[in-house]
């Protein structure tokens, strides 16, 4: 870890463009990673049954209705 923040620290990047970047590393105070989350959710897969859903489904297979042409008029 060190080594990195030693050879990109205040290195500076040139985009296609021209514009350079400055690099500065910083260390995070905590180098912990969060775990997998191990329980499974209960409600994983019951979309598929819930009357909300399966309505907006129907809703939007629907074809759209647009309002009558001025010109027809």
Not at 42 to 49: D, N, V, Y
């Amino acid at each position: 870890m060190f080594e990195f923040a030693e050879l990109l620290n205040g290195h500076v990047f040139v985009n296609e463009k021209g514009a350079q970047f400055k690099v500065t590393v910083e260390y995070a105070p905590s180098q912990c990673v969060p775990k997998p989350c191990s329980r499974k959710d209960s409600r994983e897969g019951t979309i598929f049954k819930d009357p909300d859903y399966l309505e907006f489904l129907k809703f939007i297979d629907k074809p759209a209705e647009n309002l009558p042409s001025a010109e027809i008029q």
